[in-house]
């Protein structure tokens, strides 16, 4: 990776000595990780940018209280569900708890479905100056005075590329563009750019479990009905009453989306499972088309019901 030109300090590099397991929602990960973890004497670290928040549990799938007891996980409920969570926080503490975990003589597996999060840990990361505070005063106060719409324009002038991909209430992610083309002279977009080759590390190794697509969809159904069945509109109802609000991330996440309209009111309750099973669909295909552009991950086809045994010998194997 060409970093030339980047201070050290701005930059988090790509994580080696690792192992990595992603695939769609509902394609069986953790089942999967659980027993590789325990056959090669790993730690799991979460790369699920929901499963960070406390209380979210039903919705994300969380492995269960006994088999985070049975295998040690890291990065599951670092947050309350009404604060947000940054691929920087997330990729600091990620980077901490790898030496960590080395250090007790352990091995390292990464699991979960977060695309940004998987590729920021294989490509590393541009994490960029530090804050400038001022500016982002006065940022904040322009907003108050103009509305976000005029701040996209701005960031739009700036750095269109990045302006793209940032919705325009996105206050936090404008202000942070226009902040890092400030001090540095040139968008964030041209640094972001270093991090897109996509390549696993050499002394690493990343498999992701792929389904045929009529049969996952059909797995979602049945996950969805699962979560519902488990309590999902008490969990929400009780996020509710004891934070008031969920924060921007949580709220939106797919599976809390939904629930929180049928609470207020707005859908009907076969809406809202109808709406869930829609919304994991369309994510499973983004993650899906995703995963097909990183060549350098390992496809492990899952078929039958001897595919869990399979799976986890495969990655076995190739520790």
Not at 13 to 20: E, H, I, K, S, T
Not at 91 to 110: D, M, Q, Y
Not at 126 to 138: C, L
Not at 206 to 230: I, K, P, S, T, Y
């Amino acid at each position: 990776m060409e970093t030339s030109g980047i201070p050290s300090d701005w930059i988090l590099a790509p994580l080696d000595q690792v192992l990595y397991l992603t695939g769609p929602t509902a394609s069986g990960k953790t089942q999967v990780a659980l027993r590789v973890a325990e056959r090669i004497d790993a730690e799991i670290i979460s790369v699920d940018s929901m499963a960070v928040y406390r209380g979210m549990d039903i919705g994300t799938a969380k492995p269960t209280r006994e088999e985070q007891t049975a295998i040690q996980h890291h990065l599951i409920d670092v947050r309350d569900p009404n604060e947000d969570y940054s691929v920087a926080e997330y990729l600091t503490n990620a980077h901490r708890i790898v030496s960590e975990i080395k250090e007790r003589g352990r091995r390292v597996l990464f699991v979960g479905g977060t695309p940004l999060y998987l590729k920021s840990l294989i490509c590393g990361f541009f994490q960029g100056p530090q804050a400038d505070w001022e500016f982002r005063k006065a940022v904040e106060l322009e907003v108050t005075e103009v509305g976000t719409e005029r701040l996209h324009e701005r960031v739009s002038q700036v750095d269109p590329l990045s302006a793209k991909k940032i919705m325009p209430n996105d206050v936090r992610r404008m202000t942070r563009a226009l902040e890092v083309a400030r001090i540095t002279g040139k968008p964030l977009s041209h640094w972001q750019t270093q991090f897109e080759k996509f390549v696993v590390p050499p002394q690493s190794r990343a498999f992701v479990l792929g389904w045929d697509r009529a049969v996952l969809h059909h797995r979602v159904e049945n996950r969805v009905h699962q979560m519902l069945e488990c309590g999902l509109i008490d969990e929400v109802q009780g996020l509710l009453e004891k934070f008031g609000t969920l924060g921007r991330t949580a709220s939106q996440a797919v599976g809390y989306k939904e629930p929180l309209q049928y609470l207020a009111g707005e859908i009907d309750y076969k809406s809202m499972k109808e709406l869930i099973t829609i919304h994991t669909r369309q994510f499973v295909r983004r993650q899906e088309i995703w995963f097909r552009s990183m060549p350098t991950i390992e496809r492990i086809e899952m078929t039958d019901s001897n595919s869990l045994a399979s799976a986890v010998d495969t990655i076995c194997s190739a520790v």
